[in-house]
């Protein structure tokens, strides 16, 4: 086997071939999935054996998004001080028409009072000026209660590429041969159903590095303890493929083979890679949820769902910051 072979599926690795001892291999093989949620049925038959890839790496990335919690965060923290201080805040716009014969005393009183006398005589002030102006003069601000929520893992898209200079024309008929392969794998093949034209999904390709995964063909997705980069299966996005490196294009005399190939290809992975997935003893099956997990989700959903009265005497706290913004109940 040489740069660019195609062997059996079950191969794992050309033994005698000028690839050496560190190369990756692809695999390629038909994909189903009868549910949504169901594990992925794939039947490898086709591997392609591949230099390590130039500029190697790997990335781990989750996302997560910034949110204000403003009074949820009060009242998920019991935090009767903080609920009272929001309610007075908020209530300032409403009562803007009502100041200036309100008798007002606690947090701002004085200020707020000074504001709503004049608010009457003034043209363009908002509930937003008022909410402002009390900020500014008491020197207090509604706690937005910040957090970073998480909101799961990416499905990574991998791009892998390498520079192939075949010395004979029959090294460069096998890579073109491998391109091909690689081509018709990353398309989707077209089929008819009654009078509806159907397109069945592509491969999918299942990409493992060498020596370091020599041992995990009994794992679900060919890794062992020692693999440095660990990839489930993806589809081919793209199959980019340049014959000249500077310069024009130079073909083997009396063929159409070019003397060299510069192939880029872009995968994109069809699962999460989970924190278990790094783990050093390696899981071979589909992950699940457990009992204790499904358990905690629910009883903490039934927990949520309580009257928040009953869990935190909110009806008094309101009355409380009601009185205090000048409002009834």
Not at 56 to 74: F, I, K, M, R
Not at 302 to 326: C, E, F, H, M, W
Request: hydrophobic share 35%; with cysteine.
């Amino acid at each position: 086997m040489s740069i660019g072979a195609i062997g059996n599926y079950s191969d794992l690795g050309p033994s005698e071939s000028y690839l050496g001892k560190y190369y990756c291999r692809l695999l390629l093989g038909k994909y189903t999935r009868t549910k949504p949620f169901e594990p992925q049925e794939w039947k490898p038959e086709e591997s392609i054996f591949l230099p390590i890839p130039r500029e190697l790496s790997d990335e781990t990335s989750v996302n997560y998004n910034e949110t204000n919690l403003e009074g949820v965060g009060d009242i998920i923290n019991a935090n009767p001080a903080g609920l009272a201080g929001r309610a007075f805040f908020n209530g300032v716009g409403p009562l803007a028409g009502a100041l200036g014969n309100a008798s007002l005393s606690g947090l701002g009183g004085s200020v707020l009072q000074k504001i709503g006398q004049g608010a009457a005589d003034v043209t363009g002030v908002t509930a937003e000026n008022i909410t402002s102006a009390l900020q500014s003069s008491t020197g207090y601000a509604p706690n937005p209660n910040p957090a970073v929520l998480f909101t799961g893992p990416d499905l990574r898209e991998i791009s892998f590429s390498w520079s192939f200079y075949p010395k004979t024309s029959d090294e460069s008929y096998k890579i073109d041969k491998m391109i091909k392969l690689l081509k018709r794998s990353a398309l989707p093949s077209h089929t008819l159903s009654s009078t509806t034209g159907v397109l069945k999904y592509p491969k999918l390709c299942q990409i493992n590095f060498f020596p370091w995964d020599k041992d995990g063909g009994s794992t679900t997705w060919g890794w062992t303890n020692s693999s440095i980069i660990r990839i489930k299966k993806c589809f081919i996005k793209s199959v980019k493929v340049g014959y000249s490196d500077y310069g024009n294009p130079a073909f083997f005399e009396g063929t159409t083979l070019p003397v060299m190939y510069r192939l880029s290809i872009s995968l994109q992975e069809t699962e999460y890679v989970l924190s278990k997935d790094w783990e050093d003893t390696l899981s071979r099956g589909p992950t699940t949820v457990t009992d204790d997990a499904t358990t905690f989700i629910t009883e903490t959903a039934q927990s949520l769902a309580k009257p928040i009265q009953d869990r935190l005497g909110i009806t008094d706290l309101l009355n409380g910051a009601a009185t205090v913004s000048g409002t009834n109940p």
